[in-house]
């Protein structure tokens, strides 16, 4: 399946770049593109490392793939492919042991009421968070889908995190020691919404105006 094509895995050394050794290389590339697009700024910072599974990536393939990965802020990272292999053999639930929003926690699933996620590092939910649900992380949190639940970024303080949603109606909202009222939710803007830090209080935006 084409969204399995590229994979992104966080582990106690940074994000994994999984790739399916069985697909094009123009259609891996291309769909790299897409996710690093999708995800705008929320990786910048932090490093990662390509996986093909067993096989070695040619210099040329791999210079190509780690140049559209650092137009979007990330890092190569040095690892040797020992380390990768060891990383990549962790289950996403794992304890992390990088530093708080190194790595990244993917949740391939919707959060319904009662679930709670909590990661020191960034979060990443592919799917819903539904009210009574929440999600706890030191880093930052994207949720590919709707966000009506308790959701907060920086839990240990970074007050440099931030929460994007393609839909952010949540019950509360925090970042870092900073909580926002529920009852204005009504007045956040519609679409993908960034939440953010400003001075003392939590402002949201539509998510891409910031960069203009």
């Known amino acids: ?17 999984v790739l399916d050794p069985g697909c094009d290389f123009e259609e891996i ?9 999708s995800a ?3 990786f910048k910072g932090a490093k990662f490392s390509l996986f093909h599974g067993q096989q070695h990536i040619p210099a040329e393939q791999k210079n190509e793939l780690e140049s ?3 137009q979007f802020g990330l890092v190569p990272n040095a690892e040797n492919y020992t380390a990768i292999r060891s990383d990549f053999g962790l289950e996403s639930t794992a304890p992390s042991h990088s530093k708080p929003g190194e790595g990244a926690l993917m949740v391939r699933r919707s959060l319904r009421a009662g679930q709670k996620i909590a990661s020191p590092d960034h979060i990443i939910v592919l799917g819903n968070v539904h009210p009574g649900a929440e999600v706890v992380s030191g880093g930052n ?18 007050r440099q995190a931030r929460i994007i949603a393609q839909h952010l109606a949540p019950t509360v909202i925090s970042i870092a020691d900073r909580r926002y009222a529920p ?3 009504a007045h956040l803007p519609s679409g993908h919404c960034l939440a953010r830090l400003s001075g003392q209080e939590i402002i949201f935006e539509r998510y891409g105006a910031e960069a203009k």
């Open 68 to 70: 559209i990965c650092k």
């Open 183 to 185: 009852e204005r939710t």
């Open 40 to 42: 705008r700024g929320f």
């Open 29 to 37: 590339k291309a769909t790299l593109s897409r996710k690093m697009e």
């Open 1 to 17: 399946m084409a969204h399995d094509m590229v994979r992104i895995k966080g582990t106690r050394n940074g994000l994994v770049i």
């Open 141 to 158: 949190i994207l949720v590919l889908g709707s966000c009506r639940g308790l959701i907060h970024a920086g839990a240990g303080g970074n």
